[in-house]
């Protein structure tokens, strides 16, 4: 078998209601900010579109989700949902990195999110951008001390 | 008929393709055989607005993660440290840093001086005029006088301090410890038709600007010039040998899957310190039984990484983020054995910058620092751009249970067997990266941080691969001579990680492409003589 052969996975309409419920109560919205939550419909959209390498370890964090929960995820109570994301949470491992890998590299590329945390939305290339300027005099005390390297 | 080159080398990396531009002056007939692409700038992934999920993705240095179909598997099961690479022309330096540190004298001769693996069959005297050369190459920036090696004069200025590097320099003096801009293969300012570098970003999804000196716009353009013929796409799955026991060729498959023959008078392996022992192994024959140039039996063995400690602090004062080339300023300050701390050899700390948005949000959330629900967006903003820090890469020293084998079952998109990694991080590596952990929470400490992490070793730091076809001078327990011909093929060659004795503290890219270009030396003075 080759690890390159495999498969991508889809979620399913249940999966995608405990995964949007889920994005929701992992980044929720900030009213003071205008930030959005992760479940806005256009930073949702985005997050199941680029599951890609992360798919089967979302789908298995789901179905650990509703294992914890005693039943679907996304058709529990607020409370319940809570109490059962924070048990997953405090699990950690593989499944929890890819969910949170999932959506935040969605949300935070959100252009109102960048936005609100400082950035503008563009990529880095071809702008690029400004550091501050140098201050070599900081070398001067390392200058002082001479040479440190091992005659061989 | 069949078609014999003069030189075949597998594998377009750094040292594939610094030794195909320095033997080019030679007029022999040379052909690369590379299994990946050509890459495209404009493919990079600082273009788009979803440059931190590519990173993630498809240039994501972890070769089973990223699984492109120019990727091969590698069994990594049963190591600590995981393995990164990138399969194109280009290699490795696709996706590296760009931290181009030379060797020290030291570490040419460890036994000598620490009593501890072997020595070098060659030193730095010898290797120097070819870093110089390989400086000038790749194009090198930095700033000549740093007290932690003999004089060197670096091609360009260094790149910028910026916050970080300010920041942690403070840190440093307080601490009355050695710190210098690193020496690393990214322009600051223009260099033979590159442009310099414009602060995009973390440069290890490759450099949409070109600033960064990855072997595809440094050598192989030259070497292309100068008549080598590079095919890319083509994947070999061994080495024939003929009734003298000379290497004849290679067997590879092209980009349609189709099984071919090249013929070789001569053929050199620059495929990495995995790739290089998996072809070797893979190379069987009634000859060699277990393996091409392996009479030795030390073809996969003697694995090193660098175990590397990666430890970060954030600060109340805002630091450069995901601004500026990762790479900053170095210390040597633990470098050279002192026996009190109780390891011998050291390692170097190279101080980065920060992290892009999401992976800030990443790491926040996975280290509890950044939580679900609704103290999120307070925490958030608390961290984002605060963070600096360091890695420290340590010297790793040979062992022999530490090996690559060729896996049973799992194999490439060609069927051939894939690499099985095994590797056991030893008492003194653990001990230098305790040490390293507790100096680098000292000196951010220093620096102002409030709060500092670790994480040692690195699991994803399995960026350097050595040992595993050893240069020396007995046959009996290395694999290649002291400029690189195989012990017991005398027309094949290894140029790339595989053949370092020891690995030193530092980054090797530097050092494997100056090999690369004294081995050409070598044999160019020898052509006469070559087979003798």
């Given at each position: 078998m080759s690890l390159n052969e495999a498969p991508m996975t889809a979620l399913t309409d249940a999966q995608c209601r405990s995964l949007r419920a889920l994005a929701a109560l992992m980044i929720p919205a900030d009213p003071a900010t205008s930030m959005p939550a992760a479940d806005d419909d256009a930073i949702f959209a985005d997050i199941l579109a680029s599951l890609g390498r992360d798919a089967s370890q979302v789908v298995a964090a789901l179905d650990a989700l509703d294992a914890l929960a005693g039943g679907r995820f996304g058709d529990l109570a607020p409370a319940a949902q809570a109490a059962a994301a924070a048990r997953l949470q405090a699990a950690g491992g593989p499944m929890v990195l890819a969910l949170t890998r999932a959506v935040a590299q969605s949300y935070y590329r959100d252009d109102r999110v960048m936005r609100a945390i400082g950035l503008e939305p563009r990529p880095p290339f071809p702008q690029g951008h400004a550091l501050e300027p140098n201050d070599w005099s900081l070398l001067d005390p390392v200058r002082a001390r001479g040479p440190i390297w091992r005659e061989a | 008929m069949v078609d014999t080159v003069d030189v075949l080398i597998i594998g377009a990396g750094a040292a594939g393709g610094a030794i195909a531009w320095s033997l080019a002056d030679t007029r022999m007939r040379i052909v690369c055989l590379e299994q990946g692409d050509w890459m495209k700038p404009s493919d990079y992934p600082s273009n788009g607005r979803d440059w931190e999920a590519r990173q993630l993705a498809e240039f994501h240095y972890n070769p089973n993660r990223r699984a492109r179909d120019t990727d091969y598997p590698i069994n990594e099961d049963d190591t600590p440290i995981k393995i990164a690479n990138f399969n194109g022309v280009g290699g490795g330096t696709i996706l590296y840093a760009g931290h181009y540190p030379r060797f020290h004298p030291s570490d040419f001769r460890v036994r000598s001086l620490d009593g501890v693996a072997d020595d070098w069959p060659i030193d730095y005297v010898t290797l120097a005029p070819f870093y110089a050369e390989n400086d000038r190459m790749t194009g090198v920036s930095g700033l000549a006088g740093d007290p932690a090696y003999p004089p060197k004069e670096p091609v360009m200025p260094p790149l910028p301090l910026g916050r970080s590097g300010t920041t942690l320099a403070t840190g440093l003096n307080r601490m009355g410890w050695h710190w210098w801009p690193s020496d690393s293969a990214i322009a600051s300012t223009e260099y033979e038709g590159r442009a310099g570098c414009i602060n995009l970003g973390h440069c290890t999804g490759g450099c949409a600007q070109g600033a960064k000196a990855s072997s595809d716009i440094t050598y192989w353009p030259a070497a292309i010039r100068a008549g080598v013929e590079l095919r890319t796409r083509c994947r070999v799955r061994e080495i024939t040998v003929n009734a003298e026991g000379m290497a004849s060729g290679v067997v590879y498959y092209d980009a349609d899957g189709v099984e071919r023959f090249q013929a070789a008078e001569v053929v050199i392996l620059a495929c990495n310190g995995i790739g290089t022992p998996r072809i070797l192994l893979n190379s069987v024959s009634g000859r060699f039984p277990n393996g091409l140039a392996n009479s030795s039996g030390q073809v996969g063995r003697n694995l090193m990484f660098h175990p590397y400690a990666q430890i970060y602090g954030y600060f109340d004062a805002p630091q450069d983020g995901h601004r500026g080339p990762g790479n900053c300023i170095w210390s040597q300050e633990f470098y050279e054995t002192d026996q009190s701390r109780g390891f011998v050899r050291g390692y170097t700390f190279e101080f980065t910058r920060g992290q892009g948005p999401v992976q800030a949000a990443i790491t926040g959330m996975m280290t509890g620092r950044i939580p679900w629900g609704a103290g999120h967006h307070a925490a958030y903003r608390k961290l984002f751009g605060h963070r600096t820090g360091m890695v420290a890469i340590c010297e790793d020293l040979p062992e022999e249970h530490n090996t690559v084998t060729l896996d049973p079952v799992l194999t490439d998109g060609n069927g051939i067997p894939a690499p099985k990694v095994t590797y056991r991080l030893s008492e003194n590596s653990r001990r230098m990266l305790d040490h390293a952990v507790a100096r680098g929470t000292e000196v951010l400490r220093a620096a102002g941080a409030h709060d500092v992490g670790h994480e040692a070793p690195l699991a994803v730091g399995g960026w350097h691969l050595m040992g595993t076809a050893r240069m020396g001078t007995d046959p009996e327990r290395s694999v290649v001579n002291e400029w690189g011909r195989s012990h017991d093929v005398k027309n094949l060659f290894v140029v790339d990680?595989?053949?370092?004795v020891t690995s030193a503290g530092v980054n090797p890219t530097c050092t494997i492409q100056a090999l690369a270009l004294y081995v050409a030396d070598s044999m160019k003075r020898r052509l006469a003589t070559l087979f003798e």
């Open positions: - | 990680g595989s053949v370092f």
